[in-house]
């Protein structure tokens, strides 16, 4: 140490020599210690100007702020708070939890804000930019998220460790053209890695270069077999279906892809290199911290199976960033498309197979069976979909969503509908289709479905329960389920109509009074969504940013009145206000193009 206090006095070394000194303390004693303590404090009191503080900080921060130390800071905080706001009223379970969400609220919004001061002085710094995306994510903003995303200039292999923060978001929100769009530009990188990576293997061969010949080698491996590259290329093909320019001409579009050969998927342990990088994401959202036991075993989970280099990612980390997905949750992706495809071919050998493998992957998914209550079949309730879509799902720690679920039940439920239709259009008794035909609509499970999924999401905008910085964004997320699903209805009404077309003249009645049900129950559900869309949007152009902030939190109480005033007078007030515009222009361009897709299937 003696060594490291001399070169300190020395300006040109003092930096390194700081650093070494905390590297030293770091190593011998791993754990959080008063030397380490001190001698960060040392740093960050001569470099606390200097952009490069917060990185060079960051790496012995985390190491010593374990999840409980995190939990333990969290729950002195609320309690010294809530302790003092106690002597005015009593607070029950619900004043709690409210208080915790405008807290949440106060710290994420400040946050934002200030990043945004910090950027305009320090734009050099790609950490206050990822953190910028990652809080428009979770606030909902894909405009702003996609904005800085592109900002950040990443490229080659990068993109295989870092594009999980953006992909997929998109078609969440309910942007699918500019997810599509990110989705395709990314893969780019893996297409130019099969001609790319070999020409310098060769390189550096010839010029004797054989360590970097090696680095190629596990490169060009890695980028390959990587699991990011078939996140993307399933979110890709599910993207495109939905945002294909022409819908009139989706149904020939699928006809002729060969889907299911597309995206192949070696089942294999081993196969695939996750390269994601994880330790972008250090912050736990408050009400997952709260909700945590701090057992050392809950600490991490293996998220991800099947890999050559697996990753451990925290509960936290997961729960800050979707889509994180697992190998089954690409499986259920790319089955909803298949299902499009052999529709669209009418092939019912090939559609009831791959139901099987849907309803297989559902039963074996922990905490599906929640939302089905033990019988795929059974259409879940308003309640049971809403419960399966909270951030504290089990799901969440398997690389899922419950929004995942229910767009593949209804995708399950269209499936085993088509069937139905194929196998009552082979019948050439009168009196059994109309038999068999009145037997099975009434268990046709795609109706109650679909009538729960827009209650679903009308009883989102109804809810009472408006404060809390989730309220929008999660609605505009429920509003993005009902979409895609809106689109692999119409799908199936127009491969259906289709098929009926080409059947048996006998039997063309019955099957068109069947098809036609559908099509009465998915236009009267997306003429209330249509209808709820145009009330929000006209709500949010009328009151603006104002209105935004009061429907965060009840204005009424006395810790509303405080938020409101540290919000509205604080040190960043004017960075405050474009965040609010931001975020009001977001939501707007979310909700439109949810709108404009449903307005251009028309029924």
């Given at each position: 140490m003696d060594l490291f206090n001399d070169l300190s006095s020395d300006p040109s070394k003092k930096r390194n020599a700081l650093l070494a000194k905390l590297e030293f303390s770091h190593v011998i004693n791993k754990k959080a210690s008063e030397s380490q303590v001190q001698l960060l404090w040392d740093y960050f009191d001569n470099f606390k100007s200097k952009p490069v503080c917060f990185s060079d900080m960051s790496v012995y921060v985390s190491s010593f702020l374990s999840k409980g130390k995190a939990y333990k800071i969290w729950s002195e905080s609320l309690s010294s708070k809530l302790k003092e706001s106690s002597a005015s009223k009593l607070?029950?379970?619900?004043?709690?939890?409210?208080?915790?969400?405008?807290?949440?609220?106060?710290?994420?919004?400040?946050?934002?804000?200030?990043?945004?001061?910090?950027?305009?002085k320090h734009d050099d710094s790609p950490k206050n930019s990822i953190d910028l995306l990652k809080f428009f994510i979770e606030l909902g903003a894909y405009l702003e998220a996609s904005s800085i995303y592109s900002s950040l200039s990443i490229k080659n292999i990068q993109t295989d460790s870092l594009s999980y923060l953006i992909l997929g978001q998109g078609g969440s929100l309910g942007m699918y053209q500019s997810d599509n769009e990110l989705c395709y530009s990314s893969l780019q990188i893996y297409d130019s890695n099969t001609v790319d990576t070999p020409h310098m293997v060769t390189l550096s061969y010839q010029n004797n270069a054989y360590d970097k010949t090696i680095e190629f080698v596990d490169f060009h491996y890695k980028l390959k077999n990587?699991?990011?590259?078939?996140?993307?290329l399933s979110l890709a093909t599910l993207s495109e279906i939905i945002s294909h320019e022409d819908p009139k001409?989706?149904?020939?579009?699928?006809?002729?892809?060969?889907?299911?050969?597309?995206?192949?998927?070696?089942?294999?342990?081993?196969?695939?290199?996750?390269?994601?990088?994880f330790s972008l994401l250090p912050c736990p959202s408050l009400s997952r911290v709260l909700s945590l036991n701090t057992e050392p075993k809950e600490d991490q989970q293996k998220s991800f199976i099947k890999m050559q280099t697996p990753k451990f990612a925290s509960i936290e980390q997961s729960t800050r960033s979707l889509p994180i997905m697992s190998f089954d949750s690409i499986s259920l992706n790319l089955k909803i498309s298949h299902a499009l495809y052999y529709v669209s071919l009418n092939n019912i050998k090939e559609l009831t197979r791959n139901s099987e493998e849907i309803r297989s992957l559902l039963k074996k998914i922990n905490g599906s069976q929640a939302l089905f209550e033990g019988n795929v079949e059974k259409s879940p309730s308003v309640s049971l979909m809403d419960?399966?879509?909270?951030?504290?799902?089990?799901?969440?720690?398997q690389g899922f969503s419950g929004l995942d679920l229910i767009k593949a039940k209804i995708v399950l439920d269209l499936s085993s509908f088509a069937i139905r239709i194929s196998e009552l259009s082979n019948e050439t008794n009168d009196d059994t289709i109309n038999a068999t035909a009145a037997k099975t609509t009434s268990q046709y499970s795609i109706?109650?479905?679909l009538k729960n999924l827009t209650n679903f999401l009308i009883n989102v905008r109804n809810s009472e329960i408006f404060e809390g910085v989730d309220y929008l964004p999660q609605f505009i997320r429920k509003a993005s389920l009902f979409t895609e699903c809106y689109t692999f209805v119409w799908i199936f009404y127009k491969s259906l109509s289709e098929t009926i077309n080409n059947s048996k003249e006998a039997n063309k009645d019955i099957l068109s009074k069947n098809v036609q049900s559908l099509h009465e129950a998915i236009k009267s559900h997306s003429e209330n969504i249509l209808s709820l869309f145009e009330?929000?949007?006209?709500?949010?152009?009328?009151?603006?940013?104002?209105?935004?902030?009061?429907?965060?939190?009840?204005?009424?109480?006395?810790?509303?009145?405080?938020?409101?005033?540290?919000?509205?007078?604080?040190?960043?007030?004017?960075?405050?206000?474009?965040?609010r515009s931001s975020l009001k222009d977001s939501w707007i361009a979310s909700i439109k193009s949810m709108k404009n897709e449903i307005i251009r299937r028309p029924l």
């Open positions: 607070l029950d379970e619900r004043a709690v939890n409210e208080f915790a969400n405008l807290l949440k609220l106060k710290y994420l919004t400040d946050e934002v804000a200030a990043l945004h001061g910090h950027s305009t990587s699991f990011q590259g078939l996140c993307t001409e989706i149904i020939d579009m699928l006809k002729f892809s060969n889907l299911p050969d597309a995206v192949p998927m070696i089942d294999k342990p081993g196969y695939y290199s996750d390269n994601r990088d419960s399966i879509s909270k951030k504290d799902s089990l799901l969440f720690e109706f109650s479905t009330q929000i949007t006209a709500n949010l152009k009328k009151n603006g940013e104002q209105k935004i902030l009061e429907g965060w939190f009840n204005l009424s109480t006395e810790i509303g009145i405080t938020v409101a005033s540290t919000i509205n007078h604080g040190e960043y007030l004017k960075s405050a206000n474009k965040v």
